[in-house]
């Protein structure tokens, strides 16, 4: 009886090595010829898979998106959550992450040079966004009675922290333990929170003096 291959799961086996590929020798060095021999096949077995390295590369930036949308809106186990413990899982903070976050910046470190990258780029940044905003609405009540500006700068500042923690964790992951990711995150969070409800009061009391 032939043998029964499950196409979409070797997929994303090779996409998930080139993942590693790339994070481990970087986007120009991670060669269809290294990411076949990584993953144990010849080249003709991944061009039955995929056209061209490109297309390797779509399916890996997919895959981590798809991990990084079931971390971020997976049940808590044991605790009420709240918005650090949920961003907390887009942070570096293990091997496995730091791996799919060094992946994430040899891709950026191509896109200004690639109009299809930066095309895709866009696609994951919509993504983040879409991902963030989320779990700012479930975790903050307060976050539907801001105005729709004072949401966006908070979405858009998050975003910014969340990617700047992962720069500072993958240039120098000794200097960034996964501790003080989470401390420079709650205090970011801290502030916004804080800033966008002073902001609304402030404004609130400049109408009812008019």
């Not at 420079?184 to 003096?209: F, I, K, M, P």
Request: hydrophobic share 45%.
């Amino acid at each position: 009886m032939p043998k029964i291959v499950d196409h979409e799961r070797r997929r994303d086996q090779i996409a998930l090595v080139a993942c590693r590929v790339v994070a481990a020798h970087g986007f120009e060095q991670a060669t269809v010829v290294r990411i076949a021999r990584a993953a144990g096949y010849t080249t003709g077995m991944l061009a039955h898979y995929f056209d061209s390295k490109q297309e390797i590369i779509l399916a890996a930036l997919r895959l981590i998106m798809r991990r990084m949308e079931q971390r971020l809106t997976r049940p808590s186990e044991g605790h009420e959550a709240n918005l650090l413990a949920v961003l907390t899982e887009a942070l570096p903070i293990d091997a496995r992450r730091l791996q799919e976050c060094a992946f994430w910046m040899a891709f950026w470190g191509q896109v200004s040079s690639d109009r299809r990258l930066k095309r895709i780029n866009a696609w994951v940044h919509r993504e983040y966004l879409r991902l963030y905003r989320r779990c700012l609405e479930q975790q903050w009540p307060e976050w539907a009675g801001w105005r729709a500006a004072r949401r966006d700068e908070v979405l858009r500042s998050v975003v910014i922290c969340i990617n700047g923690l992962t720069a500072s964790a993958v240039s120098s992951p000794r200097d960034w333990p996964a501790e003080r990711q989470v401390r420079q995150l709650r205090l970011h969070l801290d502030l916004l929170r804080d800033w966008a409800g002073r902001t609304r009061v402030l404004a609130a009391g400049r109408r009812a003096g008019r």
